[in-house]
């Protein structure tokens, strides 16, 4: 398989320069060449495979034999090692629970099948690999829990000082060995702004071996596709269609599912669940694309302005909003919105969702009232207790999982840096 660049579509690259490099020199993004469907008898023994069974099929089909079947079987045992379950709340509502991984975010499915690919990638490579990654929170996490202790590898994890949850900042700091972690006396945008700067250095790429770890390489997007088909064969009832509701900031998961949908899985639609950060709802209710700058919100995971993804939801369609707005329609709320959901799913169903899975909640709900004859699910993205003080003051005390409070007792180191280029450099050199 090969993978073209949505800017032009006659550049393309084999898997290991697409994962490496993670973005194409003329700033678009990597797509695989060929989404083919699956075959019909694959759909109709979906409920006897298992989840790892399963994904193998999906990657294999979205990586043709760039990695020899054996090889990318075990990838997915030891990086797909934890389960992606559903919960029913009504008839026709579900929430699939993305946070049974290490990190208790979606985001380890993503982390952890690159982490595992780019060391199957680099392993005969003589020069050491450094990955850099900025974060706002769930990414850096997952990231540092795929990567750490692997062989030829080390990470570099940039967050914004203050601005993410003490829990969170933990999962970055605490880890030693080859993941640092550095503490920048700025926004998410600053760190985001840092990583770009080093990869266009050429005096650090002549001393380090750069490649990034962020939610636009292609390595991250194909294990998202994974529990779309884990989602739907999970379901009690497999004729009634079926819509997900994805809660949204880069639309990477969203755009998982939109490939998921290509290779044949059939979802009725998906729902584009954002807060106040509305880019693509926006622009699925007026045909206008009109990025800004971000708001901060309580949802915090999805205050993205400028939306990574958007390039490759287009690129799906050609361009064509007439098909884009067939297959996803938009919704958003506020804070106090999703303030009401939290509190709603812990009264009505006794469940406790994070902030950004109870805006996911809405849209299904919403969607669901306009039309009768449809089932959903919305995915809950993370484990609520990694937003503790967005979540207590609504719900009061809740609880932590051993995987979090554990992290508490260990020793948290992170450098200070400011935002000026030079410090970074001078410390990466
Ligand atoms: C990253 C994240 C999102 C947004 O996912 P995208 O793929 O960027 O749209 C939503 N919820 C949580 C908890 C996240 O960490």
């Known amino acids: ?84 379950p559903l919960h029913q709340m009504t008839d026709d509502i579900y929430t699939q629970e993305l946070w049974h991984g290490p990190s208790l975010a979606f985001k380890d499915f993503g982390a952890r099948f ?51 949850s003490p829990l969170q900042e933990l999962q970055l700091t605490t880890w030693g060995g080859n993941i640092k972690a550095l503490e920048i006396d700025g926004t998410f945008d600053d760190c985001q702004a840092l990583v770009k700067a080093a990869f266009l250095d050429q005096e650090i790429n002549a001393k380090r071996n750069l490649s990034s770890a962020n939610s636009i390489n292609i390595a991250r997007l194909i294990p998202q596709s994974f529990y779309y088909f884990e989602a739907m064969k999970q379901l009690k009832n497999q004729d009634k269609p079926v819509v997900f509701s994805v809660p949204s900031g880069n639309f990477g998961n969203l755009t998982a599912g939109l490939l998921a949908k290509r290779m044949g899985l059939p979802v009725a639609r998906f729902l584009a669940a954002t807060n106040l950060n509305n880019i693509v709802p926006h622009y699925l209710a007026t045909n206008d694309y009109a990025p800004r700058p971000s708001l901060q919100t309580i949802s915090n995971a999805m205050d993205v302005g400028r939306p990574s993804n958007f390039q ?12 884009i707005t067939r297959d996803i329609e938009g919704f958003y709320y506020s804070d106090e919105d999703t303030r009401f959901a939290v509190k709603y799913l812990q009264k009505a169903y006794d469940y406790i969702a994070d902030p950004h899975g109870a805006i996911g909640f809405l849209a299904l709900q919403q969607y669901l009232q306009d039309h009768p004859g449809h089932q959903g699910i919305f995915l809950e993205t993370a484990h609520p207790a990694k937003f503790l003080p967005v979540m207590e003051p609504v719900l009061g005390e809740i609880p932590v999982p051993a995987a979090l409070s554990d992290l508490r007792a260990k020793t948290s180191e992170a450098e200070a840096m400011s935002t000026e280029f030079a410090a970074f450099k001078a410390w990466l050199v």
């Open 114 to 164: 690159m982490a595992e690919l780019m060391s199957y990638l680099v392993k005969d490579d003589n020069e050491k690999l450094s990955i850099l990654v900025a974060t706002s929170g769930d990414t850096g996490g997952a990231v540092a829990a795929g990567f750490y202790g692997v062989e030829g590898i080390d990470v570099t994890i940039l967050y914004p000082k203050g601005k993410v």
């Open 312 to 323: 490759r939801m287009v690129d799906l369609y050609d361009d064509n909003w007439d098909r």
């Open 1 to 84: 398989m090969k993978y073209y660049s949505t800017k032009n579509k006659a550049y393309h690259v084999d898997l290991k320069a697409a994962v490496l490099k993670s973005l194409p020199p003329d700033n678009g993004l990597y797509m695989p060449e060929q989404i083919n469907r699956l075959s019909d008898d694959f759909f109709k023994n979906l409920t006897q495979l298992s989840f790892q069974e399963s994904s193998f099929q999906v990657a294999h089909n979205l990586m043709g034999d760039a990695v020899p079947s054996k090889d990318l079987q075990g990838i997915i045992d030891r990086a797909i090692n934890f389960s992606a």
